[in-house]
T-cell receptor
Framework: KAGVTQTPRYLIKTRGQQVTLSCSPI?????VSWYQQTPGQGLQFLFE???????NKGNFPGRFSGRQFSNSRSEMNVSTLELGDSALYLC????????????FGNGTRLTVT | QKEVEQNSGPLSVPEGAIASLNCTYS??????FFWYRQYSGKSPELIMF????GDKEDGRFTAQLNKASQYVSLLIRDSQPSDSATYLC????????????FGKGTHLIIQP
């Protein structure tokens, strides 16, 4: 079974720009979660999508948004990029029953200059 | 605010010895508990999960859960240099609410 696929692997953007990251979950998984990982804050939960609906949301500003498509693929968008948005963005999928482990993709490394 | 605490390390263990990694959590309602391993520059990889009090063994790994003490641990027997990584403890409140809360991880070094 193919794992979670994230694209692109690396991105360099300028302050004020916007960016879209993509995630394809493991086949059959209906839940997709997004996390931001930085050296100082560790892994922080952004949001979770299940059956095309945002089911949970972390404490991030509205500049961070996402969506999920009918095939469970998900995208995450960050608008008006700030230097502090530089991080590893991780997507994880699970069947969506709430207690199943998350399986992470390889991540997208975003650098904002 | 749900919190998961881990000693950041580094924790240095001789090859062949038992490595013991610990984690405490603040939310008494937490239902499921996970250990992830993360190599430098890589994404987290699931090692173990545990839902009930007691021990759960999988190969060289044993997860231990004590809900009364709000404490989770991971034991790695016969430690190998390839076990050198950061180990992340993650806790779920159940039902997927609020997503997983991660600790900041313990950096484990296995000395040959």
């Amino acid at each position: 079974k193919a794992g979670v696929t994230q694209t692109p692997r690396y991105l360099i953007k300028t302050r004020g720009q916007q960016v879209t990251l993509s995630c394809s979950p493991i086949s059959g998984h209906r839940s997709v979660s997004w996390y931001q990982q930085t050296p100082g804050q560790g892994l922080q939960f952004l949001f979770e999508y299940f059956s095309e609906t945002q089911r949970n949301k972390g404490n991030f500003p509205g500049r961070f948004s996402g969506r999920q498509f009918s095939n469970s693929r998900s995208e995450m968008n960050v608008s008006t990029l700030e230097l502090g948005d530089s991080a590893l963005y991780l997507c994880a999928s699970s069947p969506g029953d709430g207690d199943s482990p998350l399986h992470f993709g390889n991540g997208t490394r975003l650098t904002v200059t | 605010q749900k919190e998961v605490e881990q000693n950041s390390g580094p924790l240095s263990v001789p090859e062949g010895a038992i490595a013991s990694l610990n984690c405490t959590y603040s939310d008494r309602g937490s239902q499921s508990f996970f250990w992830y391993r993360q190599y430098s520059g890589k994404s987290p990889e699931l090692i173990m999960f545990i839902y009930s009090n007691g021990d759960k063994e999988d190969g060289r790994f044993t997860a231990q859960l004590n809900k009364a003490s709000q404490y989770v641990s991971l034991l790695i027997r016969d430690s190998q240099p390839s076990d050198s990584a950061t180990y992340l403890c993650a806790v779920n409140g159940g039902g997927g609410a609020d997503g997983l809360t991660f600790g900041k991880g313990t950096h484990l070094i296995i000395q040959p």
